[in-house]
């Protein structure tokens, strides 16, 4: 992140605020760990250039949105809505581009396992 930003010289700020973030994943493995479900985190070397959040991907009426990544901070963001039945197109390309992100992750191991 550091890299992209226009402060690649001080990584300890995104550093700094990446750990809330972690101590909220180790939080949520833990009761995950008691409960039916399962979370699945991976961590990149790197920033994508999106954000992806779906539901129901895999049906017909899935939805998505994707939110752009820009090198400002602190500015607004494009948002893009999409739908599997109204634009498979984009639908399609960008859980194709998620697949092929996370499967380059690194799996997150939780704090005390």
């Known amino acids: 992140a550091a890299r992209r930003?226009?402060?690649a010289g001080?990584?300890?700020i995104f550093e700094h605020r990446l750990r809330p973030t972690?101590?909220?994943l180790d939080a949520l493995a833990t009761r995950?760990?008691?409960g039916p479900g399962r979370l699945e985190v991976r961590l990149l070397d790197y920033v994508p250039a999106?954000?992806?959040l779906a539901v129901d991907p895999a049906t017909p009426h899935g939805q998505a949105r994707i939110?752009?990544?820009s090198h400002r901070c602190g500015t607004p963001?494009?948002?893009l809505p999409l739908r599997a039945d109204r634009?498979?197109?984009w639908f399609s390309h960008f859980l194709a581009e998620f697949d092929r992100i996370w499967t380059t992750g690194h799996p997150y191991e939780p704090a005390g396992r």
């Open 22 to 24: 972690l101590d909220l």
């Open 77 to 79: 963001e494009p948002t």
């Open 5 to 7: 930003s226009t402060i």
């Open 67 to 69: 939110d752009i990544y």
């Open 10 to 12: 001080s990584p300890e």
């Open 50 to 52: 999106f954000g992806l």
């Open 32 to 34: 995950a760990a008691t």
């Open 87 to 89: 634009d498979l197109r």
